[in-house]
């Protein structure tokens, strides 16, 4: 019997030392459901917003306006408008591009009478690189090899004029030129740079239109007009749509002084060289010269564009 006391007495000890210790934690530790009320949720939307955005009443393609009180013009313009806007990375990446190329591809437009509008056109044909399509086209322009050949480039194993900015933005002209004259409407030459002039004409005929809102197009020229317009609007108002891009953000041209070639390069590292340069920046400024030599049995004179000292840093040099 004592010793049935004595486990009780223990029990309640034990009960007792229990209820201290709960009392303790509860004055220290807020219960769970407690926690949860007191709380504050961090607000995503604190620091950013999605929103739809506000199609300019005013857009136009080289002057020529767009209908958007057509609601399915509309739906497209505004797909446009929010892929480009909410693609961030790759908006902020043309800005600074555009800063940098842009000075060299306006007056070659204004020379030849192509509205300002169409260096967008390189920014939707090659993101401002010299990009290789998969069917083979190539440049700022992506001039298709025919093409090029057509309208004078050199295009070969040495040399690919596709990828000389000032040649293949002329040649960009002259094409536009001769389907503006065609097609009466730069709207539509700018769908025929894409698709292609025959299927433009193609379309045309089997749909008996003649305005490039009026088509229906495949998927990419049937976006690509919208697309210029949507990369236009962004890169010529940032602030508007979101980007804090300050002069300093942007991308420069190096400056270049030009020297002639009229010879057989044996090699353009050892050329390189003799401009306290490399392979690798010459070819960064030159990017139509596409083998390490020049064979030039003919003697045409090239024009090699060489930066200005101190722009570049030679490893091993302490330059």
Request: charge should be neutral; hydrophobic fraction near 40%; charged fraction near 25%.
């Amino acid at each position: 019997m004592k010793y049935i006391k004595n486990i009780l007495a223990g029990i309640g000890l034990v009960a007792v030392m229990g209820s201290l210790i709960f009392a303790v934690q509860s004055d220290t530790v807020e219960q769970p459901e407690k926690v949860m009320e007191n709380k504050t949720e961090k607000n995503v939307a604190d620091g950013y917003q999605i929103s739809a955005i506000e199609i300019p009443e005013n857009l136009n393609f080289a002057e020529e306006k767009v209908p958007l009180n057509d609601p399915e013009v509309l739906e497209r313009v505004d797909r446009e408008f929010l892929v480009n806007t909410y693609w961030q990375s790759n908006a902020l990446l043309l800005m600074k591009r555009a800063h940098k190329y842009f000075p060299i591809i306006e007056p070659i437009l204004a020379k030849n009478g192509i509205p300002d509008d169409f260096k967008y056109l390189a920014v939707a044909e090659s993101g401002l690189q010299n990009a290789v399509s998969p069917a083979g086209a190539r440049g700022f322009w992506q001039i298709m090899k025919a093409t090029g050949k057509e309208y004078g480039l050199e295009i070969n194993s040495n040399v690919d004029e596709r990828y000389h900015i000032e040649k293949a933005t002329q040649v960009a002209c002259e094409y536009l030129k001769k389907w503006k004259d065609r097609f009466g409407s730069w709207t539509l030459t700018a769908a025929a740079y894409n698709a292609g002039p025959a299927g433009i004409q193609k379309y045309m005929r089997i749909q008996k239109a003649d305005d490039y809102y009026d088509l229906l197009l495949g998927e990419e020229t049937g976006r690509y007009v919208f697309r210029i317009m949507a990369i236009k609007e962004i890169i010529s108002n940032p602030d508007k749509y979101g980007f804090a891009v300050e002069k300093d953000d942007l991308y420069n041209a190096v400056p270049t002084f030009s020297v002639e070639v009229d010879t057989a390069v044996a090699s353009w590292a050892d050329f390189a060289k003799q401009y306290e340069i490399n392979y690798k920046i010459l070819k960064r400024h030159n990017p139509w010269l596409r083998e390490p030599h020049l064979n030039n049995a003919s003697r045409k004179k090239y024009v090699i564009e060489i930066p200005n000292k101190g722009y570049y840093r030679m490893a091993g040099t302490g330059q």
